[in-house]
């Protein structure tokens, strides 16, 4: 199906880099989303308490409170709700990933696969660098979270955070409110345009920006200010059930959450069945396929396996290659003007 993004869209997309569209979900289609996430807090509350991790597991705080709170005294609470595994090289025995039956729908929900296959065509997997988005209200956050994973988010490009194998993917961003996301909540800010400009006097591959390391943070990553491209930042605020695209090379970044609300997001990413996924280590599956429609996953079950036999290959041994390109890194952070 080619019509779910006119024309015009399209090609707005392809001279912005990037694409609004608001309401593209209707309020039951992210409905089990948020049911499936409320009983996962708490049974992840409930474990964390048993583990000795927390002080209680806060049965008496709704979902957005509980979650502050726990993120607050214990910052694994974030990785235990995530839909990737922590990208190290190393990983714990207990290195969770959520692969819920809901999350899942959402990942193949057929109005989602309709938009993407506007922009990559019919052949769709299901790339594994995507994550859960969940940003407290910032004056509620201890310092050391006020950048990154539940906080302001840094200028980058999507690109950047795939090794060197996905430089010719065309790898798609679709970005989805779960909640609300107006400029106060910290919604996305983007410069149009951005994908089409290099502005580096250095030869950083594929197109991308030199991203510079940063250091307190494992694989945080960002663009230094004076080599973003020109051009306005533009705060994209939009309501629940809206959906984002983003080119791979497209600069972002994120506001603070100024307000008194959670913003819940999933950040997805989509590509070409056949290319690499610059992730290789995590499994990709194929959601939409004409050619080969047998070869679709299915089920929550089939993706929590294949999420289960990688994680097993890493911790035994038995995959030898990079998880994450931390050479590109240690290069970059010579270079001026990291």
């Given at each position: 199906?080619?019509?779910?993004?006119?024309?015009?869209?399209?090609?707005?997309?392809?001279?912005?880099?990037?694409?609004?569209?608001?309401?593209?979900?209707?309020?039951?289609?992210?409905?089990?989303?948020?049911?499936?996430?409320?009983?996962?807090?708490?049974?992840?509350?409930?474990?964390?308490?048993?583990?000795?991790?927390?002080?209680?597991?806060?049965?008496?705080?709704?979902?957005?409170?509980?979650?502050?709170?726990?993120?607050?005294?214990?910052?694994?609470?974030?990785?235990?709700?995530?839909?990737?595994?922590p990208v190290q090289?190393?990983?714990?025995?207990?290195?969770?990933?959520?692969?819920?039956?809901?999350?899942?729908?959402?990942?193949?929900?057929?109005?989602?696969?309709?938009?993407?296959?506007?922009?990559?065509?019919?052949?769709?997997?299901?790339?594994?660098?995507?994550?859960?988005?969940?940003?407290?209200?910032?004056?509620?956050?201890?310092?050391?979270?006020?950048?990154?994973?539940?906080?302001?988010?840094?200028?980058?490009?999507?690109?950047?955070?795939?090794?060197?194998?996905?430089?010719?993917?065309?790898?798609?961003?679709?970005?989805?409110?779960v909640s609300d996301?107006?400029?106060?909540?910290?919604?996305?800010?983007?410069?149009?345009?951005?994908?089409?400009?290099?502005?580096?006097?250095?030869?950083?591959?594929?197109?991308?920006?030199?991203?510079?390391?940063?250091?307190?943070?494992?694989?945080?990553?960002?663009?230094?200010?004076?080599?973003?491209?020109?051009?306005?930042?533009?705060?994209?605020?939009?309501p629940r059930g809206?959906?984002?695209?983003?080119?791979?090379?497209?600069?972002?970044?994120?506001?603070?959450?100024?307000?008194?609300?959670?913003?819940?997001?999933?950040?997805?990413?989509?590509?070409?069945?056949?290319?690499?996924?610059?992730?290789?280590?995590?499994?990709?599956?194929?959601?939409?396929?004409?050619?080969?429609?047998?070869?679709?996953?299915?089920?929550?079950?089939?993706?929590?396996?294949?999420?289960?036999?990688?994680?097993?290959?890493?911790?035994?041994?038995?995959?030898?290659?990079?998880?994450?390109?931390?050479?590109?890194?240690?290069?970059?952070?010579?270079?001026?003007?990291?």
């Amino acid at each position: 199906m080619r019509g779910a993004l006119s024309q015009t869209q399209m090609a707005d997309f392809d001279r912005q880099g990037y694409l609004v569209l608001e309401s593209a979900l209707d309020p039951a289609d992210l409905t089990a989303v948020q049911v499936e996430y409320e009983a996962l807090l708490a049974h992840k509350a409930e474990d964390l308490f048993t583990r000795g991790q927390i002080t209680s597991p806060r049965p008496e705080l709704p979902f957005a409170q509980r979650y502050g709170a726990l993120l607050d005294e214990c910052r694994q609470v974030f990785q235990e709700l995530d839909i990737t595994l922590p990208v190290q090289q190393s990983l714990p025995a207990h290195a969770p990933v959520h692969c819920g039956p809901a999350v899942f729908d959402l990942i193949t929900h057929p109005k989602v696969l309709d938009i993407v296959e506007s922009i990559i065509g019919p052949e769709i997997l299901s790339n594994p660098t995507q994550h859960l988005r969940l940003k407290p209200p910032e004056k509620t956050l201890a310092a050391d979270l006020k950048k990154g994973i539940a906080g302001r988010t840094t200028w980058h490009q999507d690109l950047a955070g795939l090794l060197d194998e996905a430089l010719e993917t065309d790898l798609l961003t679709v970005w989805i409110a779960v909640s609300d996301a107006w400029q106060d909540q910290g919604c996305l800010v983007v410069i149009p345009g951005s994908h089409k400009n290099n502005h580096e006097t250095s030869a950083a591959p594929g197109g991308m920006t030199t991203h510079c390391p940063e250091s307190e943070k494992v694989n945080a990553n960002f663009i230094a200010g004076r080599r973003l491209a020109p051009g306005p930042r533009v705060p994209l605020p939009v309501p629940r059930g809206s959906v984002v695209l983003m080119h791979k090379l497209t600069q972002h970044a994120s506001l603070p959450n100024r307000s008194e609300r959670l913003r819940f997001a999933f950040d997805l990413r989509y590509q070409p069945v056949g290319q690499p996924t610059g992730r290789p280590a995590f499994p990709a599956f194929v959601a939409r396929s004409r050619k080969d429609p047998e070869a679709v996953l299915r089920s929550a079950e089939d993706w929590q396996a294949l999420w289960q036999k990688a994680l097993a290959a890493i911790q035994s041994g038995a995959y030898h290659g990079p998880i994450y390109e931390t050479a590109r890194w240690e290069a970059y952070g010579a270079q001026p003007p990291c």
